[in-house]
C-alpha cells in the first residue's frame, strides 16, 4: 500500500473482501432462506431478532481485533517484523482471554437482552433457542476475526476471502442438512453457523501458520506482552466501545421494530439481508482505507497519505450509490425468494425504498472514519458514530414512531448517514490533519 497506484491497490486490495463480503452475506442469507422456507415467519423472526444481542457483547472484542490489525499495519510500514510477533502472541492470549468468558455468559444474558427488547412471545422460545447456540461459537467466531484483521493489516485480503468460502459452504451444507432434512428447526441454522465459524478459523490458524511463519503463530496461548496489550487496548478499547454502544442503539431500534409485530420482525430481517448485499463494498474499501492509512502513516509517507483520504471515500460512495440504485429497482423480485407472505413482503419493499438509495452517504462516511481509524486517531469517529445514532438516529425514530407510524421506523436512518458523513468531512479541519497536510507539504 505504499507504493504505486493508489486506487489500483486499494481496488486489488478490497476486490476479494468484496466478494467475502458477499460471502459473508450469503453465509447469513442461508439461514434466513432455509428457515423462510421450511420454518415459517415465526422461525424467521426469531433469526433476525437475536443478531443484536450477540452483536452487542462480541462487538467490544471485535473493536480490539481491529486494533490489531491497525498495530500490524503500522509495523507493515515500519518494516519491524520482531514487533508483529509480539502483537500476534498477545492477540492469541488475549482471545482466548475473552472468548470463552464471554461464550459462558452469553448463555445467561442473551435471553434477558430478548426480554428486554420486547421480542413477541411466540417468537421467543426460538430466539432464546437460537441466541444460546450461536453463544457457543463465540470462540471461532472472535478467533476468525481476528486472524482476518492480522492478514489486512499485512495486506493479505485474499486470505479472508478463502477462509469465508470455507465457512459458506460448510455452513449452506449443514443448513441442508440439519433444517430441510433431520427438521432441527431454527436451532438445526444456529448449530451450523457455529460449526462454521469454527472452520473457517481452524482453516485461518493454518494458513498463517504456512503462509507466514516469520509471524511465529500457535495454536494456544503463548505469551502475552503487557505494553503490546497496553497498545491494542489504547487503540482498539475506544472502536469496541464505540461499537457496543451502537450495537446498544441497534437493539433499541430493534425494540422499535420488535413493537410492530411479528410481520413487521420478519420484514426487517429479510429486507437487510438484500441491503447487506448492495452494500458489499462499504466494509471492503473501508478496510483497505484502515491498511492504507495504518501502512503510510508508518511509512510516514504523509503525500501519499493525504491523496488517499479523498480518493477512497469517493470510490467508495460512487460505487455503493449504483449498486443501491440497481438493488432498489430489483428488490421485490429479489425479496420474493425469502417470503412467500404478502405482508412481509411489502413491508420489506417500503423498507428497501426509505433506507438503500442513501447508503452512499454511510459508504463515505465509513471509509472517511476507518481513514482516520488507520492513524490511530480513534476518539474522533467515536464521538461521531455515537452522535449519528443516539442524537440523530434513535430519538428521530422514536418521533416517528410515536406521532407518525412506526412502520416508517427506518426513515431515520437515511437521516443519521447524511449527518454521520457531514460530520466526518470535519476531520480534515482538526490539528492532527493539518500536520499532516504540513509534513505532506514539506515532501
Known sequence: MTTGSIMKLVVLFALPICIGNVLQQLYNTVDTLIVGNFCGSIALAAVGTSSQPVEMLLCIFLGLGTGVSILVSQCIGKGDMEHIQKVTATATSFLYLCAIPLSVLGLFLG????????????????????????????????????NAGILRGAGDSQASLLFLLISCVVNIVLDLVFVAVFGMGVSGAALATILAMFSSWIFSILYIKKKYPQMAFTWLPKKLDRQVLADIIQVGLPLGLNNSLYSVGHICMQSLINMQGTAFIAACSVATKVTGLANVAINSFSSAATTFSGQNLGAENYVRLKKGSLQIPLFSGLFTCLSGLVFTYFCRPLLGFFTNDTEVLELAVLYIRVVLPFTWAFAVFNAIICFVNGIGEVKFPTVVNLLMLWAVRIPLAYLIARFIDGTYVMASIPFSFVFGMISMFTFFFTRKWREICWLAAKQ
Open 111 to 146: 435471553p434477558l437482552i430478548l426480554q428486554m427488547m420486547q421480542v413477541p412471545e411466540d417468537t421467543f422460545p426460538s430466539a432464546c433457542s437460537y441466541i444460546r447456540i450461536i453463544f457457543l461459537g463465540t470462540l471461532g467466531n472472535m478467533g476468525y476475526n481476528m
